[in-house]
């Protein structure tokens, strides 16, 4: 857990770019930090590995004041991504990769045999790793700061705007990524972005920051597009919040009817069109056990007769979701919404979470091993735990 107590920061000029900011940070959890430009999301980011000091207040890491522990040994726990990854260009993608295992003095063989398992788990293939970063696409550099980030596995990663520089296909891919490795590792992340749908998209918690460093609204994003706390929120979330709120109820609730005739398949199952005396006419699918309410709607809206093709993983049709049923959810849906027991927490929004590894026992890591664009080398340390929320995007 990273709690930030009344944390401000006054620059030397006067500038007050983080004021009073108090909230926590859940261990397993992302926490998304979104907000306009200046509104001082790097900031606050950097000084939880104390790239940057407070001028007041404290920042904990699980219950430790950071400004207790000195920046080498906080920053073994703490990876740290950046946008455009900040590799060093001199350097193979393997041993980018192992950077913070050499400094930790691991010997080469073990370093980069992590490195290579990272390679693989962040979906990049193992040919890549003797090339060097301008070898690489920059979605490719991207996924190597992630690896490399997570090189010593560290409990906590700071992410700044990491897949700010490349263009929609690679992003959401990268994001999809970044989701499915959480699955799996559960790491305590701060991850900032200015882009609403990101935080949306991969925050368990989102923290709107205004301009002047202050905390606009923190909840998670399913309350965020339900009820916005102001217009300052509200316009930052932009239009369709009705409908991108349906992403987070998940489509299993949704009562499934029997195939109907007019419901053509192929032999094993797959759907074809919904027949008529003109043929085949398109459908759309979705995955129950996977997709949100939302693709559901998709789904129904892209056949003439409004009626959602409901498939297993393997495309295989179980079922179909007519506009009846889908009422019924939407209907429920509803009700909920209407209606809230003040300071309840939505059940889709129930955040569980649990400790944090203790610190690892590596040797320092110094504050010189910066990367090329001058910002803090990735860290590592220990492991921990997790949460989330229903289906997401
Ligand atoms: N070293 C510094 N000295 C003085 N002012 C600074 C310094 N660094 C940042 N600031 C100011 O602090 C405020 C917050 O900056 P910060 O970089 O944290 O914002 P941000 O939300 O991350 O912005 P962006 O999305 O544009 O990166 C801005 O007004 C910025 O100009």
Redesign the pocket.
């Given at each position: 857990m990273i709690t930030f107590e009344g944390v401000t920061k006054r620059?030397?000029?006067g500038?007050v770019?983080v004021d009073d900011l108090s909230l926590e940070a859940p261990t397993g959890a992302i926490t998304v930090f979104v907000?306009p430009?200046?509104?001082?999301?790097?900031?606050?980011l950097r000084m939880i590995n104390r790239m940057i000091d407070a001028t007041g207040g404290r920042i904990l890491l699980d219950g430790q004041d950071v400004r207790q522990i000195d920046p080498p040994t906080l920053r073994r726990g703490i990876g740290y991504v950046i946008q455009q990854a900040g590799l060093f260009p001199h350097r193979k993608i393997v041993d980018n990769v192992a950077t913070v295992p050499y400094l930790l003095g691991w010997d080469k063989k073990r370093a980069r045999a992590r490195a290579m398992e990272l390679l693989e788990r962040v979906g990049l293939d193992a040919a890549l790793a003797r090339r060097y970063p301008f070898q690489l696409s920059g979605g490719q550099q991207q996924r190597v700061g992630v690896a490399r980030a997570l090189a010593a596995d560290p409990p906590v990663l700071l992410m700044d705007?990491p897949f700010s520089a490349v263009d929609p296909v690679v992003r959401t891919s990268l994001q999809d990524e970044l989701l499915r490795l959480q699955s799996d590792l559960q790491k305590t992340i701060v991850f900032?972005t200015?882009d609403i749908d990101e935080a949306i998209k991969l925050g368990d918690t989102v923290a709107v920051?205004r301009v002047g460093?202050r905390l606009a609204q923190m909840a998670g994003p399913a309350t965020l597009l339900t009820e916005p706390a102001d217009d300052f929120v509200r316009e930052f979330l932009g239009r369709d919040r009705g409908i991108r709120r349906l992403s987070f109820i998940p489509a299993k609730d949704i009562r499934l009817a029997a195939v109907p005739a007019d419901l053509a398949l192929d032999a094993s199952g797959r759907p074809l069109g919904w027949r008529t005396t003109g043929g085949l006419l398109p459908y759309g699918t979705f995955n129950p056990e996977r997709d949100s309410l939302r693709a559901a709607l998709d789904a129904a809206l892209l056949a003439v007769n409004g009626t959602a093709v409901a498939v297993d993983e393997d495309g295989r049709v179980i079922g179909v979701a007519t506009r009846e049923a889908l009422d019924e959810v939407l209907g429920q849906y509803a009700a909920r919404h209407t209606t809230p027991a003040p300071g309840s927490p939505r059940p889709e929004e129930a955040h569980g979470t649990s400790a944090a590894a203790a610190p690892g026992s590596a040797p320092e890591v110094p504050a010189e091993a910066s990367g090329p664009d001058g910002h803090a080398p990735p860290d590592p340390g220990p492991g921990d735990h997790t949460d989330g929320e229903g289906p997401r995007g």
């Open positions: 620059y030397d000029d500038t770019a907000g430009s200046g509104c001082g999301k790097t900031t606050s705007e900032v200015h920051m460093g």
